[in-house]
């Protein structure tokens, strides 16, 4: 397996990063423009009530259903899919988070989650963010105040569908695309001991003023593009501008040192290169805490999806062939359990 894979050159590291800010905003341009299909903008504020309420009628099981959670002094939206087949109790749990610049309706249907999710009985959450983007760093920004927001929602949601006996405790998964995937990586970096384990498509671990750092072990998967123009395999350690009045773009480390992060805080062995149809896997063993972490870089594929049917932003880069994301992920995530 060649290694430049996992360690683009510099001068194409440098090309790409140029790249960024044209194709962000490209790509967050045509999002506006009708990629999203559903926008917390258009809708009426959550009325005064119980902390959790749906805002439509009680679907029929195997349903989407808008639900609200109420946490300190907001209401925040996201969709649910539950599975077909009623009882069986608590089921394991993903939340998935969008893109910046997208929305939870964009993620189900560029991923296709839904689909995997029920094959494999799970309740899967697609949560809203605030201004279409997470935060994923540390850092305070001006349309950010509060960095850690984020964190108490996804702890707050977390807690309410346990509470309700939807969710397994022991089954707590995260997952998401870009920004969302590194808001994944976020969750399970400083919540080891609420995740049963992360995957993060397209997306790495925040650095500089915003740095994330793993605090335990958690069993992680990281899928990325080797030609990435919007945020590079090699990582992004100097943003470009974001568009006039938008969040700042968070400074990330490589894929292969986000891996290699999770790998070192949960104790896993040293990693096992191979070189698979389509793509590179890195795989570090599991250690004697049992978190597994595995890299896959898919050859010839950009910020995108792979296995997805929907066509990315022009910018993006192509979409790879080689293996389903979701049911990739949803493999590793199921197999570990807290």
Not at 50 to 72: I, K, N, Q
Not at 80 to 85: C, E, K, N, S, V
Not at 194 to 201: C, D
Not at 305 to 321: H, I, L, Q, Y
Request: charged share 15%; with cysteine; net charge neutral.
């Amino acid at each position: 397996m060649s290694s430049n894979r996992f360690s683009p050159s510099p001068r194409r590291t440098a090309t790409r990063c140029a790249s960024y800010a044209a194709a962000l905003a490209l790509g967050l341009s045509l999002t506006a423009a009708g990629l999203t299909g559903c926008s917390t903008a258009s809708r009426p504020p959550a009325a005064a009530g119980p902390a959790v309420s749906t805002s439509v009628s009680s679907p029929a099981p195997g349903v989407d259903s808008r639900e609200r959670l109420t946490v300190g002094d907001g209401t925040r939206e996201y969709l649910m899919h539950r599975p077909a087949a009623e009882g069986g109790g608590p089921r394991p749990l993903l939340i998935a988070f969008h893109g910046r610049g997208a929305d939870a309706e964009q993620l189900r249907r560029q991923s296709g989650l839904d689909k995997a999710a029920e094959a494999r009985g799970m309740l899967l959450v697609y949560p809203e963010a605030l201004g279409k983007g997470w935060g994923a760093g540390t850092a305070a920004t001006a349309q950010r105040p509060d960095p850690d927001a984020d964190v108490r929602f996804t702890e707050a949601l977390i807690a309410e569908l346990v509470r309700t006996g939807r969710a397994d405790p022991h089954r707590v998964y995260v997952a998401g695309f870009s920004n969302g995937g590194s808001m994944a990586l976020r969750m399970a970096a400083q919540r080891p001991d609420l995740v049963s384990g992360a995957a993060s498509v397209s997306g790495e671990l925040p650095t500089g003023a915003a740095a994330v750092k793993p605090t335990g072990p958690v069993p992680v998967l990281i899928v990325y593009g080797a030609e990435d123009p919007v945020r590079p395999l090699a990582g992004l350690p100097t943003p470009g501008p974001a568009a006039p009045g938008e969040e700042p773009i968070t400074a990330t480390v490589s894929a292969r040192a986000s891996a290699e992060a999770f790998a070192a805080a949960g104790g896993a062995g040293g990693p096992a290169e191979e070189g698979k149809p389509g793509h590179d896997s890195v795989t570090w063993p599991a250690g004697p805490a049992g978190a597994e972490v595995r890299l896959l870089v898919m050859h010839g594929a950009g910020h995108t999806w792979p296995g997805s049917t929907m066509p990315p932003p022009a910018g993006f880069g192509s979409v790879s062939t080689a293996l389903d994301a979701s049911g990739t992920l949803l493999d590793f995530l199921t197999a570990h359990k807290r």
